[in-house]
């Protein structure tokens, strides 16, 4: 059996893990709380966290937030509850009636309704708590309301959780993938210097030259395979948030991949300004149309088509091409790092995977179709 001792040290460390008690009061909180009180209607509200010794008022709205001793905090006495507790009356509760914000030594509670607040892990850390200083009732429409608002503060303080950890794991692979990728392309550029320098000496030798060029490919293809992969890492860390004219953006990239778009035709049309980072986006945009340059049919040069449209409270652009196409059980898989489906066509497999974090980073999706001729059409969204 579970002691108390135990209950307790679950709830600080769970308390303690969402960082709460050392931070100024949280707006989204702030928010919730005013919520709460107008939903109650009533002057009070607060969101408590109960640690092992105290109540820490983390969010308040009608008084001032304030901390207290455990054993004077009313939302103690019900914490276990296991369910929502509306008094209409405190001062006749015999719970709460000798309670010192009862009776008028911390305060004149009369009204009061608490909720627990419940983590994932089954652990209630404390409470969401309205009050009033004269007696009233709940209808069971506001009752149900504060048990969703109080998922609600737990659903903020999750998130907020998830994106710290998911911000320190991308700081981490940053650092690593940076530090890989300075240790790699020292060595393979000293690699490439001196099978160079063989190439010269043996240039008269067709047997070596093959062989010296087929060494001098690979270590290109690792030296992109590296950039592609800090690319990957660097994906989020830092976006800006600026208008970005994604018809400009395609006429750059157009001209960076004049090579492989020499044979090409492109078509282009209505492409919308967006709100993002303006780098991360021509790299999702360059990645899409080199790869729609990649992929075309035997004997058939390549065909890009490029357009925007507006889709909901989304701008969609499609990047189209008449290629040989990817079968449906593959196009989620193309997306995951090093996944590749034609190895004859050259590339890393980090291209799309890198597509989709940036696009997600900007709070939108990517995917692929296939196209009326039978090739692929990526696609993604952004907010409009």
């Known amino acids: ?42 002057p ?19 008084f001032d ?25 405190a001062s006749r509760d015999d719970r709460f009636r000798d309670n010192p914000f009862v009776t008028g030594i911390l305060g004149s509670v009369r009204f009061y309704a608490t909720h627990q607040l419940r983590t994932p892990e089954g652990v209630v850390i404390g409470t969401l708590c309205v009050f ?24 903020l303080l999750e998130l907020e959780l998830r994106t710290r950890e998911l911000r320190r794991s991308n700081e981490a692979l940053t650092a690593f993938a940076g530090q890989v990728s300075h240790d790699l392309r020292n060595p393979l550029t000293a690699v490439s210097m001196s099978l160079a320098m063989i190439g010269e000496e043996t240039a008269e030798d067709p047997g070596l030259t093959f062989l010296v060029q087929r060494a001098l490919g690979g270590a290109q293809r690792m030296q992109t395979l590296i950039d592609d992969l800090l690319a990957y890492a660097r994906v989020g860390a830092e976006l800006q948030r600026v208008p ?50 990649k992929f075309t049919r035997a004997g ?31 196009r989620e898989r193309v997306f995951q790092p090093l996944a590749r489906i034609d190895d004859d066509v050259e590339g890393s497999g980090i291209g799309l995977s890198t597509c989709r974090r940036i696009v997600e980073a900007h709070g939108g999706r990517i995917g692929l179709t296939n196209t009326a001729y039978g090739g692929t059409c990526a696609w993604f969204e952004l907010p409009a």
Do not use: F
Request: with cysteine.
């Open 300 to 330: 058939h040069p390549a065909h890009v088509e490029v357009d925007g449209t507006l889709v909901g409270t989304s701008w969609r652009i499609e990047v189209c091409d008449r290629g040989p196409g990817i079968p449906e059980d593959q």
């Open 132 to 155: 009033d200083t004269v007696p009233r009732e709940l209808s069971a429409e506001q009752e149900h309301a504060l048990v969703a608002l109080a998922d609600r503060v737990v659903d």
């Open 244 to 293: 970005v004219d994604l018809h400009a953006v395609l006429a750059d990239v157009r001209e960076d991949l004049a090579g492989p778009l020499a044979a090409a035709t492109v078509v282009v049309g209505e492409l919308p300004t967006v709100t993002g980072d303006p780098v991360q986006l021509r790299a999702v945009l360059q990645n899409l149309v080199a790869n729609a340059a």
């Open 44 to 62: 009070m509200a607060t969101i408590n966290l109960i640690t092992d010794t105290a109540q820490h008022q983390v969010a308040a709205y009608g």
């Open 65 to 89: 937030a304030a901390v207290c001793a455990r054993e004077d905090s009313m939302c103690n006495l019900v914490l276990d509850a296991g369910a929502p507790v509306v008094v209409p009356d």
């Open 1 to 42: 059996m579970t002691s108390m001792l135990e209950i307790d040290s679950a709830r600080v460390a769970e308390i303690g893990k969402y960082q709460v008690l050392v931070d100024p009061p949280r707006a989204d909180l702030l928010a919730l709380v005013e919520v709460a009180a107008q939903v109650a209607q009533v």
